[in-house]
């Protein structure tokens, strides 16, 4: 096997295990906006289990991007990483890809600044990570070349029910009380 098939290897499985832990995220922040709780999950668990796979999933997507940028046969370059819908190969499945992650990007970062920012500003932008979570979704879709296998339809049906399924009882609640809940965590807790 050469270092290009290893390399292939490690970006289709960094993609997918992106698309699940961001998914993760997604649905872990839908639940903690309702205010979920239980005592088996208390609320500052589940904000910084949250914050966690948040990191991972950016780190994996991080790596899912260098890799294939490190195959020669990707034909992908460092700017069709960075600036959307560029890209020789597919511009369109990988700009979306490109553009999910930016935002996904945008919405952590502003996590890590929301003291600086302020509250109200820092919820009107991770409203943002629902069209990330939707553009990624979109990329794998249409730039995997697992997409049209049993495990990769799998794979993304449950992704989508599951922040599906969340999204639908967040929308309702959302709708009956016209906020957002606030994000709690314990004194002293670090910030993701």
Known sequence: ???????????????MVGVILLSLAAA?????????????????????LHRYVTILAVVVSVVHLVVLWLDTQSGL??????VPFTSGWDPVAVGVGVLGLEITLIV??????RDRIGYRSWQII????SIGWVLVIAHGLLAGTDTGSTWAVITYAVCAA???????????IG????????????AGSAHS
């Open 1 to 15: 096997m050469d270092l290009n098939t290893i390399l292939w290897i490690i970006g289709r499985s960094t993609g």
């Open 28 to 48: 872990m922040g839908l639940a903690l906006s309702m205010k979920a709780s239980s005592p088996r999950f208390p609320r500052w668990l589940t904000t910084e």
């Open 77 to 82: 370059s460092l700017i069709s990483l960075v």
């Open 108 to 113: 952590w970062l502003t996590t890590r600044i």
């Open 126 to 129: 991770h409203r943002a990570a």
């Open 162 to 172: 599951l922040v599906v399924g969340m999204l639908i009882p967040r929308m309702i």
């Open 175 to 186: 709708r009956s009380t016209g906020e957002v809940a606030p994000d709690v965590r314990p």
